[in-house]
């Protein structure tokens, strides 16, 4: 049981180069999130999903795109990257708040760096 | 004005010390409130869940104000194990969104 895995686990990327880091989570959780972390900042929502095929906006959803295609699986896409993209994000999975869910766990979380 | 906010810290304190932490919400919809912990350039993990009775675990004592919208963390006799950064978590009862605050960072000093 692997939990969370988030891949990859550190990327550089140039200016205006797009990428996309891949959450898989294996407990049949309905809900899936993605945030940013920078210092100071804290934990900042950048898009979620209440179930396949489903996607929201969060706090901090311009300059990413999101894909839920598959219930174990949430793609977070950066089209043209920019330095303020640069850090740490996390994805996590949750069951629903209202069945009870409460734990969300998070993946190991990815390091990317816009040069 | 933040959703959820948090003192940063940092909190320094001496090992054995009780320590606590506030942390404040906007929208009195909320629905459920949790402590996160977070080691340096780690994931965060659920430290406890927040209930409105007050709970405790060990040496950790979670408090809910719903008419001053915050809550609490109060950690006793604390260890240098305690050293992280503590979340405050709140997940509304319209929205499906589980929203973080900054984080209070805590250090134990021997």
């Known amino acids: 049981n692997a939990g969370v895995t988030q891949t990859p686990k550190f990327r550089v990327l140039k200016t205006g180069q797009s990428m996309t880091l891949l959450c898989a989570q294996d407990m049949n959780h309905e809900y899936m999130y993605w945030y940013r972390q920078d210092p100071g900042m804290g934990l900042r929502l950048i898009h979620y999903?209440?179930?396949?095929?489903?996607?929201a906006k969060g706090e901090v959803p311009d300059g990413y795109n999101v894909s839920r295609l598959k219930k174990q699986n949430f793609l977070l896409g950066l089209e043209s990257a920019a330095p303020s993209q640069t850090s740490v994000y996390f994805c996590?999975?949750?069951?629903?708040?209202?069945?009870?869910?409460?734990?969300?766990?998070f993946g190991q979380g990815t390091r990317l760096t816009v040069v | 004005r933040k959703e959820v906010e948090q003192d940063p810290g940092p909190f320094n304190v001496p090992e054995g010390a009780t320590v606590a932490f506030n942390c404040t919400y906007s929208?009195?919809?909320?629905?459920?409130f949790f402590w996160y912990r977070q080691d340096c350039r780690k994931e965060p993990k659920l430290l406890m869940s927040?209930?409105?009775s007050g709970n405790e675990d060990g040496r950790f004592t979670a408090q809910l104000n719903r008419a001053s919208q915050y809550i609490s963390l109060l950690i006793r006799d604390s260890k240098l194990s305690d050293s992280a950064t503590y979340l405050c978590?709140?997940?509304?009862?319209?929205?499906?969104?589980?929203?973080f605050g900054s984080g209070t960072r805590l250090s134990i000093r021997p």
């Open positions: 999903s209440v179930g396949e095929g489903t996607t």
């Open positions: 996590a999975s949750s069951y629903p708040h209202n069945a009870g869910g409460t734990e969300a766990f």
């Open positions: 927040v209930y409105s």
């Open positions: 929208n009195s919809a909320s629905q459920s």
């Open positions: 978590v709140v997940i509304y009862s319209s929205a499906s969104k589980i929203i």
